[in-house]
């Protein structure tokens, strides 16, 4: 029980600690019930914050550098985003986001990040550049289907190898009848939840699952 109080005090302490040397506030916000089962499907989750160390881990199986650009689904306050454009330096880093008030407080920290590290602003969003995407459970499986039938209608019209990093893996089967191959599953040591990374090579034409579902979201980058 002390030990983890104690582990939550130092998640907490680095967060803050982060979140002061990028210029960014992501550790004091407290999802409510408003951000809960939204959207087309009515199925998004509540927004929660990686502690870096744990975002450390799980995305170090994947190589990102620049000619990359990283997509988070589900993005929140921004905190991945900010974190890999800062550490992995890819060509762009793309936030998508429904809820509001999590977006705007993301574009306020887009603008305090860019003004602290101006050299490393990402570039404006098109799914046709994205090779990473990453997802931390934001929606359910009906939503999960629509993201990625988008993400293959662009590899349908720029054919291209993509990564797709799933943290707290609820909803596998939804890449499986994609056609994403799964190249690895982990645990992050000191978390239950279980991390699996898909990857996907182009596609000849989108998936047939929910043609007509379009997911009415927001994007951001750290260059607002």
């Known amino acids: 029980m002390i030990a983890q109080r104690l582990k939550k005090i130092c998640y907490a302490w680095e967060g803050w600690a982060v979140d002061a040397y990028l210029g960014i506030k992501t550790e ?11 959207g087309i499907f009515s199925d998004s989750a509540c927004y929660v914050s990686k502690p870096y160390l744990l975002l450390s881990a799980i995305l170090s199986p994947v190589k990102i550098g620049p000619v990359d650009t990283f997509y988070d689904i589900g993005s929140g306050l921004g905190r991945v985003l900010f974190f890999v454009a800062w550490r ?3 060509s762009a880093c793309v936030g998508i986001e429904l809820d509001n008030e999590l977006y705007k407080a993301s ?3 887009a603008r305090r ?4 590290f101006p ?3 990402a570039a ?3 799914y046709a ?5 990453f997802a931390f459970n934001p929606f359910g499986e009906r939503t999960f289907s629509a993201v990625l039938e988008r993400i293959e209608e662009d590899l349908a019209r720029h ?3 993509v990564t797709f990093i799933y943290f707290n893996a609820k909803y596998p089967e939804v890449f499986r009848r994609h056609g994403w191959e799964l190249t690895r599953t982990t645990r992050v040591t000191g978390s239950p939840l279980q991390t699996m990374y898909f990857a996907k090579s182009g596609c000849p034409k989108p998936s047939p699952a929910l043609k007509s579902s379009r997911p009415a979201l927001r994007e951001t980058s750290p260059q607002a």
């Open 129 to 133: 550049n994205g090779t990473v995407y």
């Open 88 to 90: 992995q330096k890819p």
């Open 28 to 38: 004091d916000y407290r999802c409510g019930q408003p951000s809960l089962g939204r």
């Open 124 to 126: 404006q969003a098109r």
């Open 113 to 116: 990040f860019a003004k602290r």
């Open 107 to 109: 574009i306020e920290n």
């Open 159 to 161: 054919p291209r190898p």
């Open 119 to 121: 050299d490393r602003g």
